[in-house]
C-alpha cells in the first residue's frame, strides 16, 4: 500500500509503500503494517469506527482514511478493457489506486491468462503488487446435447482454472495483506438453456474462493457474482429473458468493496 499527500495514519510513522509484516511489543506475527511505518501509539477509536483491521492494539490495515492518511493500492486488474473491467478500472482510479491493465491483446500488459507459463511472465513483469483483480473470463454457450468435452473444457480453463491459476501463482507476488477478486456470475444460481457449462465453471470459482479463503491469511480473496451488465444486452441479451440487467458500474461498486474492504471468502453478489 502506498500514502499518497499525506502521512501514515494514527500512530504510524514513516512513508509509506506496499504491507510487510512488523512485529509489535511482544511479538504478534499478526501485525501488519505498511512498508516503510513503524509502530506508534495504540490505534484511536476512530479507526477502528472505520471498520479496519485491528490486531491486540495496533492498525493492521486499511485504504483510505479521509483527514488522516489517504492510501492507495497497485492493482493488476485482467480484462481491464472490457465492459466490465473499463467500469472497474474507472471506479478503482476514480479512488486514488493505481491500476495496471492486462488484455489479451491490448492494455498496460498483455497475457493470455490461461497459460500458466504466461501468467508467471505476467507477475514477473508487474512487479510489485497490492491487490489482483479479474474481470473477465471466457465460456462456450450451446445446448446441453451440442456440448462437447472440449467445450466444457474450454470453459473450465476460460473462467475457472485461469482464475485458479493467477490467485495460486499470484499469492507469493501479492503483499501478505493484499487481496484476489475474482469473478463468477449469476448463472451459478440462475441457470440459462445452453449455459450449463458456464454455470458450472461459476460454481467452481465460488467454491475456490470459499476454500482457498482459509489457506491464504492474512491476504484475502472473494468473488463478484454480477448479473448481466446493461452495457452488454445486445451481445447477450438473448441469453437472458427476463433477467433484470444492471449497468457495469454498479457491478464495479463491489469490486471496490472487495479491494478496500476486510473479508474473505466471500461472493458479492450484484443484481
Not at 493492521?60 to 483527514?67: D, H, M
Not at 493505481?98 to 498496460?108: K, L
Not at 490467485?167 to 451459478?188: C, E, I, M, N, Y
Amino acid at each position: 500500500m502506498r500514502t499518497k499527500h499525506s502521512p501514515c495514519p494514527d500512530g504510524i510513522s514513516g512513508r509509506g509503500a506496499r504491507s510487510v509484516a512488523s512485529g509489535p511489543p511482544g511479538g504478534s506475527p499478526f501485525t501488519r503494517l505498511p512498508w516503510g511505518c513503524t509502530p506508534g501509539p495504540p490505534v484511536s477509536a476512530v479507526c477502528v469506527s472505520l471498520g479496519l483491521r485491528i490486531c491486540g492494539s495496533r492498525f493492521t490495515g486499511g485504504i483510505r482514511l479521509r483527514g488522516i492518511g489517504w492510501w492507495t493500492v497497485r492493482i493488476l486488474l485482467v480484462g481491464a478493457g472490457g465492459t466490465l473491467g473499463s467500469a472497474v478500472r474507472e471506479a478503482l482510479t476514480g479512488r486514488g489506486h493505481e491500476v495496471i491493465g492486462v488484455g489479451r491483446t491490448g492494455g498496460d500488459l498483455i497475457c493470455d491468462v490461461t497459460d500458466p507459463a504466461a501468467v508467471a511472465r505476467l507477475y514477473a513483469q508487474a512487479g510489485p503488487l497490492d491487490a489482483v483483480a479479474v474481470a473477465a473470463g471466457d465460456a462456450v454457450f450451446k445446448p446441453l446435447a451440442d456440448l462437447t468435452a472440449d467445450d466444457v473444457t474450454a470453459t473450465f480453463r476460460g473462467k475457472a482454472v485461469a482464475q485458479l491459476e493467477l490467485v495460486r501463482q499470484g499469492a507469493g507476488h501479492v503483499a501478505p495483506t493484499g487481496s484476489f477478486t475474482l469473478v463468477s456470475g449469476v448463472l451459478t444460481e440462475e441457470p440459462i438453456v445452453a449455459g450449463a457449462a458456464a454455470s458450472a465453471a461459476n460454481g467452481a470459482v465460488e467454491a475456490f474462493v470459499r476454500a482457498a479463503a482459509i489457506e491464504l491469511p492474512p491476504q484475502r480473496i472473494n468473488a463478484v457474482s454480477p448479473t448481466v451488465a446493461e452495457e452488454s444486452l445486445a451481445a447477450y441479451g438473448p441469453f437472458f429473458a427476463g433477467m433484470e440487467p444492471v449497468p457495469a458500474a454498479r457491478v464495479a461498486t463491489a469490486y471496490v468493496r472487495a479491494v478496500e474492504g476486510a473479508q474473505t471468502g466471500q461472493v458479492y453478489r450484484v443484481r
